[in-house]
Protein backbone atom coordinates (compact mmCIF):
# COMPACT_ATOMS: atom_id res chain seq x y z
CA UNK A 1 0.00 0.00 0.00
CA UNK A 2 1.42 3.57 -1.14
CA UNK A 3 2.21 5.53 1.77
CA UNK A 4 -0.56 8.23 2.26
CA UNK A 5 1.68 11.38 1.36
CA UNK A 6 1.78 9.42 -2.33
CA UNK A 7 -1.77 8.95 -2.92
CA UNK A 8 -1.58 10.93 -5.78
CA UNK A 9 0.23 10.39 -8.57
CA UNK A 10 1.93 13.25 -9.13
CA UNK A 11 2.05 16.05 -6.63
CA UNK A 12 3.97 19.28 -5.97
CA UNK A 13 3.62 21.34 -2.75
CA UNK A 14 5.42 24.72 -2.74
CA UNK A 15 6.10 25.68 1.02
CA UNK A 16 8.83 28.59 1.84
CA UNK A 17 12.19 27.30 4.32
CA UNK A 18 11.04 29.14 7.06
CA UNK A 19 7.18 29.93 7.46
CA UNK A 20 6.69 29.38 11.12
CA UNK A 21 7.03 32.46 13.27
CA UNK A 22 8.72 33.28 16.49
CA UNK A 23 6.30 34.44 18.70
CA UNK A 24 6.92 36.81 21.28
CA UNK A 25 4.38 37.79 24.28
CA UNK A 26 3.13 41.27 24.52
CA UNK A 27 2.39 43.01 27.87
CA UNK A 28 -1.39 43.45 27.54
CA UNK A 29 -0.53 47.42 27.64
CA UNK A 30 0.84 47.22 24.25
CA UNK A 31 -0.81 44.51 22.24
CA UNK A 32 -2.22 46.86 20.51
CA UNK A 33 0.85 48.29 19.34
CA UNK A 34 2.90 45.85 18.54
CA UNK A 35 3.08 44.05 15.40
CA UNK A 36 5.15 40.90 13.99
CA UNK A 37 6.51 41.76 10.42
CA UNK A 38 5.17 38.99 9.05
CA UNK A 39 1.31 40.82 10.26
CA UNK A 40 2.66 43.74 8.29
CA UNK A 41 0.67 45.28 5.67
CA UNK A 42 1.71 48.67 4.83
CA UNK A 43 3.94 51.35 6.69
CA UNK A 44 1.24 54.02 5.95
CA UNK A 45 -1.16 52.08 8.17
CA UNK A 46 1.94 53.39 11.61
CA UNK A 47 1.79 56.02 13.55
CA UNK A 48 3.32 59.07 11.58
CA UNK A 49 5.48 59.79 14.86
CA UNK A 50 8.30 57.16 16.50
CA UNK A 51 8.64 53.64 15.61
CA UNK A 52 11.02 51.14 17.10
CA UNK A 53 11.98 48.24 15.06
CA UNK A 54 13.48 45.38 16.70
CA UNK A 55 16.11 44.29 14.31
CA UNK A 56 14.56 43.83 10.59
CA UNK A 57 17.15 46.19 8.53
CA UNK A 58 14.76 46.28 5.10
CA UNK A 59 11.63 47.03 7.45
CA UNK A 60 13.24 50.21 9.39
CA UNK A 61 14.31 50.95 5.41
CA UNK A 62 10.80 50.78 4.73
CA UNK A 63 9.34 52.78 7.44
CA UNK A 64 12.18 55.84 6.60
CA UNK A 65 11.56 56.14 3.05
CA UNK A 66 7.74 56.56 4.55
CA UNK A 67 8.74 59.09 6.79
CA UNK A 68 8.20 57.14 9.88
CA UNK A 69 11.03 58.36 12.81
CA UNK A 70 12.34 55.23 13.26
CA UNK A 71 15.03 53.75 15.57
CA UNK A 72 16.45 50.20 14.74
CA UNK A 73 17.19 48.11 17.78
CA UNK A 74 19.87 45.96 17.24
CA UNK A 75 20.81 43.16 19.95
CA UNK A 76 24.11 41.94 18.60
CA UNK A 77 26.91 41.74 16.13
CA UNK A 78 26.08 41.60 12.70
CA UNK A 79 27.04 41.41 8.58
CA UNK A 80 26.25 43.43 6.13
CA UNK A 81 26.77 43.03 2.47
CA UNK A 82 26.35 45.46 -0.48
CA UNK A 83 24.12 44.26 -3.31
CA UNK A 84 26.74 44.83 -5.95
CA UNK A 85 30.32 45.04 -5.47
CA UNK A 86 33.05 46.42 -8.14
CA UNK A 87 29.88 46.12 -10.88
CA UNK A 88 28.90 42.89 -9.85
CA UNK A 89 25.91 41.66 -7.91
CA UNK A 90 26.91 39.97 -4.91
CA UNK A 91 25.93 36.78 -5.44
CA UNK A 92 27.92 36.72 -8.64
CA UNK A 93 31.09 36.69 -6.69
CA UNK A 94 29.20 33.80 -4.13
CA UNK A 95 29.29 31.66 -7.79
CA UNK A 96 32.72 32.60 -8.77
CA UNK A 97 34.18 31.65 -5.25
CA UNK A 98 31.96 28.64 -4.45
CA UNK A 99 34.63 26.33 -4.59
CA UNK A 100 36.62 27.76 -2.46
CA UNK A 101 36.82 27.72 1.65
CA UNK A 102 33.85 29.97 3.72
CA UNK A 103 36.66 31.13 5.35
CA UNK A 104 39.35 31.94 2.48
CA UNK A 105 36.58 33.58 0.54
CA UNK A 106 35.61 35.56 3.73
CA UNK A 107 39.50 36.59 4.42
CA UNK A 108 39.80 37.42 0.62
CA UNK A 109 36.74 39.64 0.32
CA UNK A 110 37.07 41.62 3.77
CA UNK A 111 39.20 44.55 2.90
CA UNK A 112 37.05 45.47 -0.02
CA UNK A 113 34.07 45.19 1.82
CA UNK A 114 35.35 47.67 3.95
CA UNK A 115 36.29 50.03 1.71
CA UNK A 116 32.54 49.14 -0.11
CA UNK A 117 30.45 49.61 3.06
CA UNK A 118 32.69 52.03 5.24
CA UNK A 119 33.10 51.61 9.07
CA UNK A 120 29.96 49.78 10.85
CA UNK A 121 31.59 51.01 14.01
CA UNK A 122 31.31 54.68 13.53
CA UNK A 123 27.11 54.13 12.61
CA UNK A 124 27.19 52.03 16.13
CA UNK A 125 26.97 48.64 14.70
CA UNK A 126 29.50 45.41 15.66
CA UNK A 127 30.80 43.50 13.01
CA UNK A 128 30.21 40.33 13.74
CA UNK A 129 33.26 37.47 13.98
CA UNK A 130 32.20 35.51 11.81
CA UNK A 131 32.63 36.34 7.90
CA UNK A 132 29.33 36.56 5.65
CA UNK A 133 29.71 33.54 3.93
CA UNK A 134 30.62 31.55 6.65
CA UNK A 135 27.48 32.49 8.72
CA UNK A 136 25.51 31.22 5.55
CA UNK A 137 27.01 27.89 5.61
CA UNK A 138 27.70 26.94 9.02
CA UNK A 139 24.54 28.75 10.31
CA UNK A 140 22.02 28.97 7.90
CA UNK A 141 21.84 33.25 8.44
CA UNK A 142 21.69 35.61 5.91
CA UNK A 143 23.40 39.02 6.54
CA UNK A 144 21.42 41.79 5.59
CA UNK A 145 21.70 43.11 1.92
CA UNK A 146 22.08 46.83 1.65
CA UNK A 147 20.08 48.67 -0.69
CA UNK A 148 19.80 52.01 1.42
CA UNK A 149 19.75 50.87 5.28
CA UNK A 150 23.27 52.48 5.65
CA UNK A 151 22.62 55.19 3.90
CA UNK A 152 19.19 55.78 5.93
CA UNK A 153 21.53 55.14 9.28
CA UNK A 154 24.41 57.57 8.49
CA UNK A 155 21.91 60.51 7.43
CA UNK A 156 19.54 60.29 10.75
CA UNK A 157 16.56 58.83 9.39
CA UNK A 158 17.33 55.19 11.14
CA UNK A 159 18.64 55.38 15.00
CA UNK A 160 20.22 52.82 15.68
CA UNK A 161 20.00 51.66 19.72
CA UNK A 162 21.12 48.52 21.48
CA UNK A 163 19.14 45.92 22.34
CA UNK A 164 15.67 45.70 23.61
CA UNK A 165 15.85 44.86 27.45
CA UNK A 166 12.27 45.25 28.47
CA UNK A 167 8.96 46.58 28.15
CA UNK A 168 7.44 49.81 29.62
CA UNK A 169 3.91 50.87 29.19
CA UNK A 170 4.86 53.52 26.34
CA UNK A 171 7.98 52.72 25.10
CA UNK A 172 11.06 50.32 25.64
CA UNK A 173 14.21 49.74 28.22
CA UNK A 174 17.30 49.10 26.15
CA UNK A 175 20.41 46.85 27.50
CA UNK A 176 22.20 50.25 28.30
CA UNK A 177 19.05 51.38 30.54
CA UNK A 178 18.20 54.22 28.22
CA UNK A 179 14.15 54.31 28.49
CA UNK A 180 11.95 55.83 25.10
CA UNK A 181 8.79 55.91 24.62
CA UNK A 182 7.68 54.94 21.00
CA UNK A 183 4.00 54.96 19.35
CA UNK A 184 4.30 51.70 17.84
CA UNK A 185 6.35 48.46 17.51
CA UNK A 186 7.87 46.14 15.02
CA UNK A 187 8.88 42.69 15.94
CA UNK A 188 10.77 41.08 13.44
CA UNK A 189 11.25 37.96 15.08
CA UNK A 190 11.90 36.24 12.18
CA UNK A 191 10.47 32.50 10.86
CA UNK A 192 11.35 29.04 12.47
CA UNK A 193 11.59 25.97 9.94
CA UNK A 194 9.50 22.61 10.33
CA UNK A 195 7.98 20.98 7.49
CA UNK A 196 6.52 17.84 9.46
CA UNK A 197 2.80 18.94 9.53
CA UNK A 198 3.38 19.10 5.96
CA UNK A 199 4.13 15.54 5.71
CA UNK A 200 3.19 14.17 9.40
CA UNK A 201 3.58 10.24 8.80
CA UNK A 202 7.45 9.45 7.98
CA UNK A 203 10.28 8.68 9.54
CA UNK A 204 14.06 9.60 9.09
CA UNK A 205 12.95 12.65 6.76
CA UNK A 206 13.29 15.20 9.23
CA UNK A 207 15.47 16.76 12.00
CA UNK A 208 14.54 17.66 15.06
CA UNK A 209 13.76 21.07 13.94
CA UNK A 210 12.24 19.95 11.15
CA UNK A 211 14.42 20.24 8.43
CA UNK A 212 14.64 17.91 5.65
CA UNK A 213 17.67 15.53 6.31
CA UNK A 214 17.90 15.50 2.66
CA UNK A 215 17.45 18.26 0.26
CA UNK A 216 17.81 18.10 -3.23
CA UNK A 217 18.39 14.26 -3.70
CA UNK A 218 15.97 10.77 -2.39
CA UNK A 219 14.94 11.04 0.98
CA UNK A 220 14.59 7.64 3.48
CA UNK A 221 10.40 8.23 2.32
CA UNK A 222 10.49 6.87 -1.57
CA UNK A 223 9.20 9.11 -3.84
CA UNK A 224 9.32 12.24 -1.64
CA UNK A 225 11.87 15.19 -2.25
CA UNK A 226 12.38 18.62 -0.95
CA UNK A 227 13.52 21.33 -3.22
CA UNK A 228 15.42 24.72 -1.88
CA UNK A 229 15.51 24.04 1.84
CA UNK A 230 18.99 24.81 2.15
CA UNK A 231 20.66 28.39 2.23
CA UNK A 232 22.42 29.10 -0.37
CA UNK A 233 24.87 31.92 -0.69
CA UNK A 234 25.25 31.91 -4.73
CA UNK A 235 21.13 32.54 -4.90
CA UNK A 236 18.46 30.65 -3.76
CA UNK A 237 16.35 30.72 -7.39
CA UNK A 238 19.58 29.37 -9.11
CA UNK A 239 19.96 26.68 -6.23
CA UNK A 240 16.16 25.75 -6.84
CA UNK A 241 16.44 25.11 -10.49
CA UNK A 242 19.52 23.08 -10.11
CA UNK A 243 18.04 20.93 -7.14
CA UNK A 244 14.58 21.16 -9.69
CA UNK A 245 16.31 19.08 -12.25
CA UNK A 246 18.31 16.42 -10.35
CA UNK A 247 14.83 15.70 -8.34
CA UNK A 248 13.03 15.49 -11.75
CA UNK A 249 15.29 13.38 -12.89
CA UNK A 250 14.69 11.38 -9.91
CA UNK A 251 11.35 11.06 -9.54
CA UNK A 252 11.17 9.90 -13.04
CA UNK A 253 13.18 6.80 -12.68
CA UNK A 254 10.99 6.47 -9.20
CA UNK A 255 8.10 6.07 -11.21
CA UNK A 256 9.61 4.06 -14.02
CA UNK A 257 10.50 1.95 -11.30
CA UNK A 258 7.25 1.52 -9.72
CA UNK A 259 5.69 0.92 -12.89
CA UNK A 260 4.33 4.53 -13.41
CA UNK A 261 4.13 7.06 -16.04
CA UNK A 262 4.91 10.60 -15.52
CA UNK A 263 2.85 13.17 -17.00
Not at 95 to 119: E, F, K, Q, W
Not at 132 to 156: A, F, H, N, W, Y
Not at 172 to 191: K, Q
Not at 230 to 236: A, C, D, I, K, M
Request: hydrophobic fraction near 40%.
Amino acid sequence: MEPSYLQRRHRCSRRGRRHRHRQRALPSNLAGNGNLSGQRRSQQRLPQSRAICNSGGEIALDLAEAGVDVALAVRGPVQILPRDLLGLPIVTWAIIYRHLPARLVDLINAPVLRLALGSMEKLGLRRAAKGPLQMISEDGRVPLIDVGTLDKIRDGSIKIRPGIDRLTAYGVIFDDGRNENFDAMILATGFRPDLRRLVADVENVFDQQGMPLAVGRSTAAPGLYFCGQVTSPTGQLREIGIEAQRIADLACSYLAASGLRAA
